[in-house]
């Protein structure tokens, strides 16, 4: 595995590679990898010729300054196991590489930006939408791959891709989880041992919406819901919410042929976590 730390070297490296148009499969990291982050380089090495990861914790994308200074950071453990997993290159920027002025772009994603993660974490996602445009310019990927945990995210690249004409096709890929359920997720690194063995009932939460969603109205559920997540020892919810999976927008009934997204926000002491379940009709 090659790893680059500038721009320029990036641009060296996939001169070099494309030569013979060969394909490449490109995966977006904050870092602090674990087997979630695998799974969409895994696929990514299946499906493409070559396979870049990039690791940036991306600060533009922090909307609580203690959240970005505590975040895990672990790249020579990273860079091991994307080896080990076959990864071609590994593109490891500074923040002054990535952003040589602070002139960033203002997206306009609609409804889709004020709502769940984008109104309890104001700049977020537009900070996500420039690096991702920023990394999607420089790699110029045929797939990039993205996990569905940050559900609200796929769709918000999902327009950004749109509205910036990129020609990469995103994969969604499936939450990976703990045995017991709970998401993973490089922040699950924060949590103490009881905090980690109590935020598996997130996923005892998603589990009785999903297979309960038929005996209450959207409203009656939301409020178990709310309930079995504040019932876990430390936390405090930020939000619930049953939505339409395509729109995002909130529903008031569990009828219509999208079916729905239950999207959950919650602390665990001062580690905020989420997680999500699709429901079927
Ligand atoms: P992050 O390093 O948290 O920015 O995540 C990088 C990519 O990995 C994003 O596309 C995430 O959605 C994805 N990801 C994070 N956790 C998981 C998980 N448990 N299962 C699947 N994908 C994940």
């Known amino acids: 595995m090659k790893t680059v730390k500038t721009v320029s070297e990036l641009s060296k490296w996939l001169k070099k590679e494309f030569i013979n148009d060969r394909s490449l499969g490109f995966v977006p990291t904050m870092g602090a990898l674990h087997a979630g982050h695998l799974s969409l ?6 499906e493409n010729d070559i396979t870049a990861c990039s690791i940036f914790v991306n600060p533009i994308q922090f909307n609580n300054p203690e959240d ?14 994307l080896e080990e997993n076959n990864c071609d290159l590994l593109f490891i920027p500074s923040v002054e590489e990535m952003y040589p002025d602070d002139n960033y772009k ?13 109104a309890f974490r104001p700049g977020h996602f537009n900070g996500v939408a420039v690096v991702v445009d920023r990394l999607l310019r420089l ?26 004409g990129h020609k990469v096709e995103l994969i969604g890929c499936p939450t990976v989880r703990e045995d017991d359920g709970l ?13 980690r063995k109590d935020a ?4 005892d ?55 729905s997204i239950l999207c959950v926000a919650l602390f665990i002491g001062n580690i905020r976590l989420i997680d999500n379940m699709k429901l079927c009709r």
Do not use: C, W
Request: glycine share 4%; hydrophobic share 35%; net charge positive.
């Open 41 to 46: 380089l895994k696929r990514s090495v299946k």
């Open 68 to 81: 970005l200074t505590e975040y895990p950071r672990m790249p020579h453990k990273d860079a091991s196991m």
């Open 106 to 118: 203002k997206y306009d994603f609609g409804s889709l930006e004020n709502i769940m993660e984008g």
């Open 139 to 164: 790699l110029k990927p045929s797939k990039a791959y993205f996990g569905l945990k940050d559900y609200q995210q796929f769709l918000i690249i999902s327009e950004m891709v749109k509205q910036e």
């Open 183 to 195: 998401a993973m997720s490089s922040r699950n690194l924060r949590l103490n041992e009881k905090q």
């Open 200 to 203: 598996s009932k997130i996923y």
């Open 205 to 259: 939460a998603l589990i009785f919406a999903k297979n309960n969603h038929d005996k209450y109205s959207v409203k009656e559920l939301k409020d178990i819901i709310i309930k079995k997540l504040n019932n876990i020892p430390d936390s405090k919810v930020e939000y619930v919410e049953f939505a339409d999976p395509q729109t995002l927008q909130p529903k008031s009934s569990f009828a219509g042929e999208n079916g």
